[in-house]
């Protein structure tokens, strides 16, 4: 408790604000949370918190924080930014304790707004983090609220695409738990495509949120991608279907938080090596400095600059080898960002038994037969009220490619509801 007064001690309370107003894409109210803890009223800071985000237990624990609050923190200046996301997990995680809850501190607001739109409905595609703020904000405006999801439980990529050593499943139960007690209902094993359908929820709904996310790892297109012992990261953590990593070696392709998440999880479940191949340097990596600190603590190699030029396999169509060639970062006209350029000459190989490509993710094909309209990468295309191409569908999250942190995931559907809420 001395330490998180400390933490809390620490911060200056700001009039500008830049950790709220710059560095949280929910814009929580920081100082003042803070300054509660300071004052001993967690359930204040907890209330507060309330006003803008439904997913304090998990952000305060997941969120790139550094690249977010932290990094825009006054105190960051000239030392260590205040730990904002402790403080946020620890505001939860107390106020779960002393049985505090979000219907506490909504429940006189939903009960007045349901005699204004107590009459309309709107179906939530999808429990994570995208659909949960929305299905948690509508309900707050006194709107009647269903989920539809896929499995039996809530929590979409939270639940089962986040390991339990970066986010405990306790969180994500007790988070669903405040959400569900706004009084939203659930319809599990539901998926649209395969036993649900847009025309019939569109007949009974005033409106569709879509949130059910992208979760398809993206192909690199090298030579080999396709042999045994080559898996997609994504699809490797929602399905939980490693294979017997215990005396591997095992490579990851990609540098975000899911590359991350992927190696981690691979050395705890017993691989002899798991590598890391980067194309640009630790730099440019856009997964969070803690998570890759950590994963280098726990043995994970990185090779920073590598690019993959074939996987390499043997009579039985098995990966045994991975070709590699090293990059020079270059700036080229026109580029936001350093390029990766192969060294001509500079190939090498490496022995691997698995590998595991964690570069992106795409929505699932099905999402193509909607008759809705997608980007060019896939992703559904919003407007800047959220809404599809079918104006009673709205879209947020990963799926309508959105940044892809859960903040900001959140704040999609905290915004969505904001617009569906105007517009029926
Ligand atoms: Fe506190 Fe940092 Fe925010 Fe200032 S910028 S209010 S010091 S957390």
């Not at 505090?100 to 709107?122: M, S």
């Not at 509508?138 to 339990?164: C, D, F, T």
């Not at 959220?386 to 999250?397: C, F, L, N, P, W």
């Amino acid at each position: 408790m001395e330490e998180i007064k400390n933490k809390a001690q620490y911060c200056l309370h700001c009039k500008v604000k830049p950790c709220s107003l710059k560095g949280c894409p929910l814009g929580n109210n920081i100082p003042d949370f803070i300054e509660q803890i300071k004052n001993n009223n967690y359930a204040k800071a907890y209330e507060i918190l309330c006003q803008t985000t439904v997913l304090p237990g998990v952000c305060g624990r997941i969120c790139p924080h550094q690249k977010q609050c932290q990094g825009s923190c006054v105190r960051g200046i000239k030392g260590e930014p205040v730990a904002i996301g402790d403080l946020e997990a620890f505001v939860f995680d107390k106020a779960m304790e002393e049985g505090e809850n979000l219907l506490k501190y909504w429940e006189e607001e939903i009960e007045k707004n349901k005699k204004i739109r107590g009459n309309k409905k709107v179906a939530v595609i999808g429990g994570g983090p995208s659909g949960l703020t929305a299905a948690a904000f509508l309900a707050k405006a006194g709107i009647e609220v269903i989920i539809y999801e896929k499995y039996n439980e809530l929590g979409g990529l939270l639940r089962y695409g986040i390991p339990e050593f970066r986010l405990e499943k306790s969180i994500v139960k007790e988070t669903i738990k405040n959400i569900l007690e706004l009084g939203i209902k659930v319809e599990y094993q539901k998926e649209l495509g395969k036993n649900l359908s847009l025309e019939e929820l569109k007949e009974k709904y005033d409106a569709i949120f879509l949130g059910f996310g992208a979760n398809c790892s993206s192909k690199m297109g090298v030579e080999g991608e396709e042999l045994e012992g080559v898996f997609g990261g994504n699809e490797l953590l929602e399905y939980n279907l490693h294979p017997d990593y215990k005396g591997k070696k095992v490579a990851i392709v990609g540098g975000g938080n899911v590359a991350m998440d992927c190696a981690r999880t691979v050395k705890r479940l017993g691989a002899e090596e798991v590598k890391v191949i980067y194309r640009r340097a630790r730099e440019q990596m856009p997964a969070e400095d803690k998570e890759i600190e950590e994963a280098i603590n726990e043995g994970v190699e990185f090779l920073f600059q590598n690019n993959i030029v074939k996987i390499i396999g043997n009579k039985e169509e098995k990966v045994t080898e991975v070709e590699l060639i090293k990059t020079e970062l270059v700036q080229k006209e026109g580029e936001t960002r350093l390029v990766p350029v192969n060294i001509e000459k500079s190939n090498y190989k490496i022995d691997i038994d698995y590998i595991i490509m964690a570069l992106g993710a795409n929505p699932a094909s099905y999402v193509k037969e909607l008759a809705l309209e997608l980007n060019r990468w896939g992703n559904i295309e919003i407007n800047e009220n959220y809404q599809t191409s079918d104006k009673k569908i709205y879209a947020g999250g990963d799926l309508a490619g959105v940044k892809g942190t859960v903040a900001w995931a959140s704040y999609s559907g905290r915004e969505a509801a904001k617009k569906i809420i105007e517009n029926i």
